[in-house]
């Protein structure tokens, strides 16, 4: 479970989040907010890729700000931009990355790839340079990358905002198909109509914390 | 990409070679092709050079080994040693790096990011007591910079269109501080995506890091 406890990020002069405490034990959870509301900020704490200026942080008993490669090994963490996150220029070589890390040696982590990317019905791009690859391959990419890390938690940041609507929706199916937690920063409000639990943060507080009808409801209103 | 290649069996003969080995003929290669001061010399070197490119890479692999921004920056240093030293020292700049280019090429065309960057690991291991030294960081920024360069190839493309949509003719004066503003802001990500894949080699950092601003 990960638990927010008055946590606050401070920039220079600026609070990018403000004594944030929640409890988050849902299955699927939403995190809205306007830009520059500390959304993005939010979730990288979570895998301690950013350290709170003051409070606290649990994300399974585990400090993320003490202990980030044990928090890494339980919360994956898939970027915006999968150009950005990918690593290899082949496709199954960048799959294999996050495993070499975990330290499976190269022939096992090259059949865990290979397994991860059948399993996805992507077989068929293993050998793929990366750069000739769709956007929302990439980001599938990118997202197996991670899985095979078989994390507990899974944070996507923005994950839908740069592909068009088949990718979008094949992106939308993948989250909607994990076993693991998924916490989601998105703009992409039908994604996340299904959800558990909404957060709505704004000026670095949540602003709004509700099942997501109910604070997408808010969230429309209060942005119109 | 095979198919492209005039010798297919002795592309895949090379495919097969470990990347320690290539790596180090890379090496031998190049330091003789910088040993070489004779044009003459140089210009049977690099003949074979090329058939081996053309055997290997065929005419494909060879056009996009050489880029639009190389074959210019080898020509703009071809032309400025034809200036400053004449002919026959401009030729053997020419034939050397397009030499070292195609050899290069052969390397990386035929052999995966990840054995290079395994090859390079080990042969840096016994080197890990010297100061400024880390196999693992030497082999990650190789794979990182064989993954860049289309993506810097893909940045330049768009700056270049979005500049000329707004009128302004193509110029690499124009190009590069957009395009290092935009490396730069891109690398930070990057470098987050890398720790969040539980990278290792990268020491703790001592410093907490600056939250990033919320994506537009």
Redesign the interface.
Known sequence: MIRFDEVS?T?GERR??AEVSCVLPERRIAILGP???????FV?LI?G???P?AGRLDVDGLDP?AD??AV??RV??V???P????????VE?DI???LR??GRS?MEAAEASRAALDGFGLGHLAAQ???TLSGGEKQLVALL??LV?QPAILVF??PT?LLDLRNRNRIAAAIGGLDQQAIVVTHDLDLVAGFDRALVLDGGRIVADDEPGAAIAWYRERMA | MSREAWSPSLRAAVSSWPAGLKLAALVVLATGLLLIQSAAVLGVASALVLLAGLLVLGPAGLSRAAGRWLVLTIGCLALLTLLIEGPERALVVLLRLSSLLVLAELVTGTTRASAIQDAIVAALRPFERLPFVSADKAGLALALALRSLALVRGMAEELREAQAARGLRASPSRLIIPLVARILREATETAEAIDARSWTGEKARSSPKEPPRDHP
Do not use: H
């Open positions: 990020v920039r990018v989040l830009n520059g509301s500390g959304k993005s900020t990288r895998n890729l950013v350290v200026s700000a980030p490669k890494r090994r994956g963490f970027f915006q931009n150009d950005n996150q990918i690593v290899f220029p082949i070589e294999a990355f996050g890390n975990l190269r340079p990366v750069a990358g991670v890390m940041d923005e905002t």
